[in-house]
Each structure stands twice: as C-alpha cells, then as structure tokens.
C-alpha cells in the first residue's frame, strides 16, 4: 500500500476486554488483550465492573503492547481508539486515554468505529489468510452484535440486516444458562454438539421479515422445552446435553446460513466474510465452506486472535485512515450506540 514507516497504536475498550495493539503498516507487531475473568461468576458483563477493571489495566496493556512491538512511544505515528458502540463507561476509559497520550505525545488521533472495525479486521496483512474484494457481505456475529453488512469499501457499509433483539453470542450463552452452563457457554456448548446428534430435538427457528435476525424467542422455547422434559425426567438434561446442544447449534446455524442466503440472493454478491467471537465455532465454519461447494459462495475467515474483541482491528482502521489523513479532533467523544 505504502512504502513509508508507520507505526499506529490501537487501543480497545468497548465492552470488558482491554486490549492495545501496534501495527506497522498492514503487520501487526504485538496484540495484547487483558481479558476480565471478574464477570464469569455473574454470569455476563457488569458495567461498572468492567469500566473499573479498564481503568487497572490499561497503562500496562499499553506499555506491553509498545514493548512487544520493539518500539517506543516516539515512534509512533498516531493513536487509533474504539469510539463506539459499546458500555459507555468502558469507552470512555479508552477515549480518554488515547486522547491524553496523543494530546501528550503531539500525534494525530483516529477515532474507530467498533463494528467496521470488526469487519476491516479482515484487511490485517496474515500469512495464509487471503483478503475479501469489494464489494463483500461481512457478517459479525458475537456476544454482542449480529448485524449482515453490505462492504462496498473501506469506508462505505450498508447495514442490511440486524437483530432486533439478542445478539447470537447471547443466544449461545442464555442457553447455556439454562442448561447449567458456564459463560460465556458457546465453546463447550459447539464443543458438546459435535458430539450430539443435532436432530434429536427440534426448536422452531424464528420468523423475522427479511434479512433481520431474532434470538430471543428461541432462549424461551429452549427453556420451556427444558422445564417441560424436567419435570418428566429429572436427569433429562444430564442425560441429554450433547443432543440438547447439538439441537441448538444446529438451529442457531440453520438461521445464520439461512439469511445468508437471502442475503447474496439479494446482493448478487457471492463473497461472505465472518467475524466476532462466534466465528469460532465449528458449526458455522463448516457450514460457510459446505456453502462454498452448494451454493458457489467464496468465504472468509480471520485468525482467531482477530475475531473476538481485539485492538489489532482497531489498529488496522486507524492505519487506513492514517493513510487518508482522516483524524480526528481532540474534543471528540464516545458514542455508545455509534451506528456504522
Ligand atoms: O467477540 P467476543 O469475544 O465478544 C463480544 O461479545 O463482543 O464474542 C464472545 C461471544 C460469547 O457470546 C461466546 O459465547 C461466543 O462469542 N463464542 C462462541 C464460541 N466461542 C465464543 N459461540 C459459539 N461457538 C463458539 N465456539
Ligand atoms: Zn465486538
């Protein structure tokens, strides 16, 4: 793209995941992530828990990240922050120190939408991971997103279908509420459904008008099915839970591949590419490279550490729009329902 030296610090900070990355060009350098372990016993984020731990952990995932780049906070060319959407207390944790430290370091800021980020994140230059052509159908699917986006480039995205409600990491992580699951429950449950059989128990998928996504429903079914088979048999779930998980995976993905059908029908764009914490799971992988052989789809899959929440995504939007001498001004503030 450019034979020039730039150096970018990214920094992540809209939900509970504090992360700092260095990019160097289109390479990342370092990714630090610190992950808050406090939420698990309550069983999904706490605001004000996770903006007090941004504020603990910030200074040394900063200082990790520039040491494991190799460089110093001289060389940098610019600091990019996440901007929005997100907890409004843990954004304004990362916005108020990116601000601070580009103020104090004499450096342009970038502001960084969330959601293009996840999506952009495919734009990471990695051995053995090709990138999309525009235009593309990116498809976030997370704890808290599930949106289709039509990516006509960099810099120009139309959302063209969402959920109205819960997003499908939550619909993952409700049902693993219910069946006595940790959290987040979407890795052991797509680790137990791959050894269920994903028809033993059937859950309607839910009827929402065009490319749209509904979750919520589903949570409900699943847990009056569950009360209705407990009261029959007491060990129902014990005795069932690779079927039961296996049923909803087979669902959850039913829905996803189902609008993504709609989706390149309607678009007449064949390219999908994924991204979010649910991009992990085994169901929906094989599902898009099944669709690649049925449905002559072509599909695309970032490196793990790049799809959950990650400051090297926040990196690479700021290096693109470093490259456009898009900055931003130092009396910008977060925006926690920042649309793409
Ligand atoms: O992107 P992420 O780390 O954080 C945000 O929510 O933004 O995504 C976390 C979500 C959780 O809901 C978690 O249960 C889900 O991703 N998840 C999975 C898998 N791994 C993580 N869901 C299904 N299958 C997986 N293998
Ligand atoms: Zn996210």
Known sequence: MTSQNIYILGIESSCDDTAASVIHNGSILSNVVANQKIHEEYGGVVPELASRAHQQNIVPVVHQALEKAGITKE?????????????????????SFAKSFAYGLNIPLIDVNHMQAHILA??????????????FLAMTISGGHTQIVKVNNYFNMDVIGETIDDAVGEAYDKSGKILGLGYPAGPEIDKRAQLGNPKAFKFTKPKVDGLNFSFSGLK?????FIQRESKKNPDFIKENLNDICASIQYTIIGILID??????KQTGINQIAIGGGVSANSGIRKALKDGEQKFGWKTYVPKFEFTTDNAAMIAIVGYLKYLEEDFAE???TASARLKI
């Open 330 to 332: 130092q009396d910008i």
């Open 220 to 224: 409900t079914a699943i847990l009056y």
């Open 259 to 264: 609008k993504l059908k709609v989706a390149t």
């Open 75 to 95: 060389q940098l060319n610019a600091i990019a922050f996440t901007r929005g959407p997100g907890l409004m207390g843990s954004l304004l944790v990362g916005t």
């Open 122 to 135: 495919h734009f990471i230059d990695e051995e053995g991971f090709e990138k999309p052509e525009f235009p």
